[in-house]
């Protein structure tokens, strides 16, 4: 591992950026960077009252300020988890956006849905199977950008919590039956999104017996920034469960 002048430590840090009621980026995040990675984080602002799409919208007008919320923290990698409010701006001006702030802060930057481009690019991915717990109008905003950015979106799961849709919500045993229920292919690679759905207890399950490749939105985010952190890409297995992305006295899978 690194050592750089002014760390106290020789691990990696990652800063992230994450909306205020999410419940599952910073545990599966901190599961998947491991012990090769610290994890900062800034929340974004609290905004009652406002419309979804208002809110989501005032996410990617907020970040450019959310990324000076570190200070004069040393960073090796800066994420934003969460992906609804890049669907609004389309692969361009979420990628344009993402570099400008790598370009102003010195410090490489990525949405997760940018990290989720390059992790699907770097295991050769460009057939999916769309799992979306979002409200219908974000599934279609979604399936368009990633039809925009080059994947073949070949089926969709809409995926709904007991008391509506919300990825917040959403159990993960609600999430097995669902995606069982949708019959995607043994073969197909999965594309979960969101980075408040809680995945990585049901990656198991719905890999067991199949060849499926099983991505979600929080590994591919914790992928690309470990591989900024590490100085270098590091492995993503297209059956990532089944060995930790950094587990202690392993490579990464």
């Known amino acids: 591992m690194r050592t750089r002048p002014g760390h106290p430590v020789s691990r990696g840090r990652v800063g992230v950026v994450v909306a205020p009621a999410n419940p599952s980026a910073e545990p599966e995040l901190t599961r998947l960077l491991g012990s090769r990675a610290d994890m900062h984080v800034a929340r974004f602002p609290v905004r009652p009252g406002l419309p979804m799409a208002d809110r989501l919208e005032s996410y990617n007008a907020d970040l450019p300020a959310m990324v000076n919320a570190f200070d004069g923290l040393r960073l090796d990698a800066m994420v934003m988890a969460c992906s609804e409010p890049r669907y609004l701006l389309g692969p361009d001006g979420d990628k344009e956006q993402c570099d400008r702030l790598?370009?102003?802060?010195?410090?490489?930057?990525?949405?997760?849905?940018?990290?989720t481009r390059e992790a699907m690019e770097h295991v050769m991915v460009s057939d999916i199977v769309l799992i979306s717990p979002h409200e219908p109008w974000v599934t279609e905003l979604a399936e368009r950008f990633w039809k925009t950015a080059g994947?073949?979106?070949?089926?969709?799961?809409?995926?709904?919590?007991?008391?509506?849709?919300s990825s917040y919500a959403v159990t993960p045993q609600e999430l097995i039956t669902q995606v069982e229920l949708a019959e995607p292919p043994p073969d197909a690679a999965l594309l979960f999104t969101g980075t408040g759905l809680g995945t990585l207890s049901v990656l198991g399950p719905l890999a067991d017996g199949n060849d499926r490749t099983l991505l979600t939105s929080n590994l591919c985010t914790a992928w690309w920034a470990l591989s900024h952190a590490v100085g270098r890409h590091v492995k993503l297995s297209r059956v990532p469960y089944r060995r930790p992305m950094a587990s202690q006295g392993r490579r990464t899978a």
């Open 151 to 165: 994947m073949n979106v070949t089926q969709i799961v809409q995926v709904r919590a007991r008391e509506g849709y």
């Open 102 to 115: 790598t370009a102003a802060t010195g410090v490489p930057f990525a949405s997760a849905t940018l990290a």
